[in-house]
């Protein structure tokens, strides 16, 4: 079973800029969460698909991040603009459904942004 | 609001010795709980998690961690650590009953000594 992809895996920008992440859960997989890990610090959730409706993006600084997951399969996750605070890993995870009481979410290698 | 907290952020231990890493979780409702594992280079794996049952819970690789409800609790133990169990340790929570966000701890940095 192949794992969860993401891309790129390491992107350097400026402050104010714009950048983009992408992500493709594991087949079958119905829900989708987007986690931003600081340096130091453990995963925080910034949004939560269920299909292609979001469930939960209360973490989600919505002044300059946006996420979409079109067809209900592959995730954009976006930043516009940047901010020096944004340098963190951006990780994807993917579970097989929402409702399922033994869920297990599967996690991607990340994406590491540095904002300079 | 839900917490995790993990006691210690860096342990240094030598090979052979027991592990014992401190959780302690704030959540309303049912919980669910789960260890992950990130080896250097590595992404995140689940070591083990807690639905409900048995309070001990076994998971890969020799460790099993104990939910103590009245504590709030759920360490994680291996009786001897190997070289290779070098790596972060995170603690995280869910709520029951659905497949929502993880809320986790701030990581354990566990260094084994050969």
């Known amino acids: 079973e192949a794992g969860v992809a993401q891309s790129p895996r390491y992107k350097i920008i400026e402050k104010r800029q714009s950048v983009a992440f992408w992500c493709n859960p594991i087949s079958g997989h119905a829900t989708l969460y987007w986690y931003q890990q600081i340096l130091g610090q453990g995963p925080k959730l910034l949004i939560q698909f269920q299909n292609n409706g979001v469930v939960d993006d209360s973490q989600l600084p919505k002044d300059r991040f946006s996420a979409e997951r079109l067809k209900g399969v592959d995730s954009t996750l976006k930043i516009q603009p940047a901010k020096l605070e944004d340098s963190a890993v951006y990780l994807c995870?993917?579970?097989?459904?929402?409702?399922?009481?033994?869920?297990?979410?599967?996690f991607g290698p990340g994406t590491r942004l540095t904002v300079t | 609001a839900q917490s995790v907290s993990q006691h210690n952020h860096h342990v240094i231990l030598s090979e052979a010795a027991s592990l014992e890493l401190g959780c302690n979780y704030s959540?309303?409702?049912?919980?669910?709980l789960f260890w992950y594992v990130q080896y250097p280079g590595q992404h995140l794996q689940l070591l083990l998690k807690?639905?409900?049952?048995?309070?001990l819970v076994k998971g890969i690789k020799g460790f099993e961690a104990e939910f103590i409800k009245s504590k709030f609790s759920f360490n994680l133990r291996k009786p001897s650590v190997q070289w290779s169990d070098t790596a972060e340790y995170f603690c995280?929570?869910?709520?029951?009953?659905?497949?929502?966000?993880?809320?986790f701890g701030k990581g354990t940095h566990l260094i084994i000594q050969p």
């Open positions: 995280a929570a869910g709520s029951g009953g659905g497949a929502d966000g993880l809320t």
């Open positions: 959540y309303g409702g049912t919980v669910n």
């Open positions: 807690y639905f409900s049952g048995d309070p």
């Open positions: 995870a993917s579970s097989l459904r929402r409702d399922s009481r033994f869920y297990e979410q599967y």
